[in-house]
């Protein structure tokens, strides 16, 4: 798979382009370069390494969107076997922006449910570009009622740039839709774990993100809202998205110093697309020890941690009132 | 007749013919719906609807509060609870110069006040949005005050009211902001294992985070006349579609058309609708 670079990337991306040109090269030339490759594929790597270990947030949610990034899909393919896809909410529609069903992790029977984006311009618009209707959640929610009822551990895999904001969307409930999940997560009598895999977008993430543990991969990213559109209501000008992504503080980094995650995965060098059975390799290991810690607990000592942990969100002083 | 006197309703300006006062600032209100040029204390008298054409004017937390709950025995949760700037926040402002503002303005220190008291003799607790302060939006100090309010109808047994009047989640409290939407409804499905209810009262405007977490879980879903109400803005989803959007999209009547809420109720009747409402649901006799 040919890479596509971003923006910020254009120094590795020349730098390829030349070992490219120099491997064309060597297969009709009669002087030996692969000396003069390998030179420079320890350069790039470099190169790599040192763009990415001071990355803006900005940068890091150019990452998060990167067209090659592994969607949910790719995670089911890689780390689960036996997928059963379920369709549909069973009163309006199959909502394709969330995929889900059952599936067997290291034999284990569990439910799969996550946003689903789209490679290429068709799929994408089959995806809706991974931004879910009422049926999408509703689709959800039906699945993790299964899940409950069947006792099997949920997983859920976040990547969305939000929920649909459409016409039919708001006709059919997208509030609702939304809310309705958070309260049924917030009480689901199984074990949740939560990855959010590239963009974790506002309301429509959180639909899927309430579980007994969050995770995170390193240059994913979880807002309130899109620096874009954070900066087009505080600054009036999309062009401050760049500054909105600092001071919201999106990046698993930061939210993990907040304590809004519990666990930051580690992506291979030059991001998640870079290299899929590494990130499929950490992401594996990561579940499995989630997995794991959790099945020690009662369902009872569970929902009573994850309740608690609800209710610890937020900062706030306690002053006296006259 | 000079272009003012051709303005005023017919009523008003016979009051007025005849001397010539001096009229202070003020004294007047012209409906945003209607435009009929009413006396405030008129409006006032009336909850803030215009009497000539029902529109609901918006009206604050504290007065709100005033006009649902019985006069006697009335108790603050919550207040103690004071917001802090864990993202040290600033666009164009900073976030506590935006705090201090709205302060300043609405007299409230954020846009949640709770109270405990009784409706009609019912005991209940209820929670009403202050939109004039930062748009109604939720941030940690209102998720908190909501919990609290919770926890007192799970502690004491009591129906849970909501006013909700929000334009979403606070972005000055970054992703904080968004888990208040998991922090309530977790509160919410706490008190319906109780088997208490929650009333939801959807005023204009309730958007964003606030409609798609705990406004819409209500055992009884209401909205005041006219309200706007959806996740997505208005000008979010034209840009996003690019049609135009149809006539009364996303208001009351829209939604009790579509089966997302259970009645419109006009802010004059609030008080019997709910007091009914929760002793029916709490099965126990009518009030008068």
């Given at each position: ?267 291979p060098p030059g991001g998640a697309h ?49 | ?62 007065v709100r509060l005033d006009l649902f ?220």
């Open positions: 798979m040919k890479i596509t670079f971003l923006d910020f990337e254009q120094p590795i991306a020349e730098l390829e382009a030349k070992i490219d040109e120099l491997r064309f090269a060597q297969d009709d030339s009669a002087v030996d370069i692969s000396a003069e490759i390998v030179r420079l594929q320890k350069k790039s790597h470099s190169l790599t390494h040192g763009i990415y270990a001071k990355l803006t947030p900005w940068q890091i949610s150019q990452v998060a969107r990167h067209p090659q990034r592994p969607y949910t899909l790719d995670y089911i393919q890689h780390l689960f076997t036996d997928f059963e896809e379920l369709h549909g909410d069973r009163n309006f529609a199959d909502d394709y922006a969330i995929i889900g069903g059952l599936a067997r992790f290291n034999g284990q029977t569990v439910m799969v449910i996550g946003h689903q984006k789209g490679r290429d311009t068709k799929e994408k618009i089959h995806r809706n570009f991974g931004m879910p209707k009422p049926e999408g959640y509703r689709k959800a929610l039906r699945l993790m009622r299964l899940a409950e009822k069947f006792s099997v551990p949920l997983f859920t895999f976040i990547d969305t740039p939000g929920a649909y904001p459409g016409i039919g969307a708001e006709e059919r409930g997208q509030s609702e839709a939304i809310g309705k999940n958070l309260y049924v997560l917030a009480e689901l009598k199984v074990p949740v774990i939560c990855t959010i895999i590239g963009e974790g977008g506002s309301g429509g993430a959180l639909a899927l993100a309430v579980g007994d543990i969050v995770q995170m991969l390193q240059y994913a990213t979880y807002s309130v809202i899109s620096p874009e559109g954070c900066a087009s209501i505080l600054w009036k000008s999309a062009d401050k998205a760049p500054e909105a992504a600092e001071i919201m503080g999106i990046t698993a980094h930061r939210l993990k110093t907040m304590g809004l995650i519990d666990r930051i995965i580690n992506e870079r290299d899929y059975l590494t990130i499929m390799q950490s992401v594996k290991k990561v579940l499995q020890e989630s997995l794991r810690h959790l099945q020690e607990h009662s369902t009872e000592a569970l929902l009573e941690k994850r309740f608690e942990r609800l209710m610890g969100y937020g900062k706030y002083k306690e002053v006296k009132v006259k | 007749m000079s272009w003012f006197q051709k303005l005023l309703p017919p009523k008003i300006k016979r009051k007025e013919s005849g001397e010539k006062k001096v009229v202070p600032e003020g004294l007047w209100s012209k409906c945003a719906s209607c435009d009929a040029v009413l006396y405030y204390s008129d409006l006032g008298n009336n909850l803030n609807v215009c009497p000539k054409c029902n529109h609901h004017n918006r009206i604050s937390a504290r709950l019985d006069t006697q025995g009335r108790y603050e949760i919550g207040p103690e609870v004071q917001s802090l700037d864990p993202l040290k926040f600033k666009d164009s402002k900073r976030y506590v110069d935006r705090l201090a503002e709205a302060k300043r303005d609405t007299d409230e220190d954020d846009s949640l006040v709770v109270m405990q008291g009784s409706v009609k003799t019912v005991p209940l607790v209820a929670a009403a949005f202050e939109f004039g302060f930062m748009g109604g939006s939720m941030g940690s100090v209102v998720g908190e005050r909501f919990v609290r309010g919770v926890q007192v109808c799970v502690e004491q047994r009591l129906a849970f009211v909501c006013f909700a009047a929000s334009g979403g989640a606070r972005m000055q409290e970054g992703l904080l902001s968004l888990m208040q939407m998991a922090k309530t409804t977790a509160a919410l499905a706490q008190l319906s294992e109780e088997r208490l209810p929650f009333i939801s009262v959807l005023t204009d405007p309730t958007m964003g985070g606030v409609s798609a977490s705990f406004a819409f879980l209500g055992d009884v879903v209401i909205a005041e006349p006219a309200a706007l109400i959806g996740f997505a803005g208005p000008r979010v989803i034209e840009q996003t579609v690019r049609q135009t959007l149809p006539e009364g999209f996303q208001r009351s009547e829209f939604l009790l058309e579509h089966g997302a809420i259970d009645m419109i109720v006009d802010r004059r009747r609030m008080r019997d609708k709910i007091a009914n409402l929760c002793t029916l649901l709490m099965r126990a006799p009518p009030v008068s």
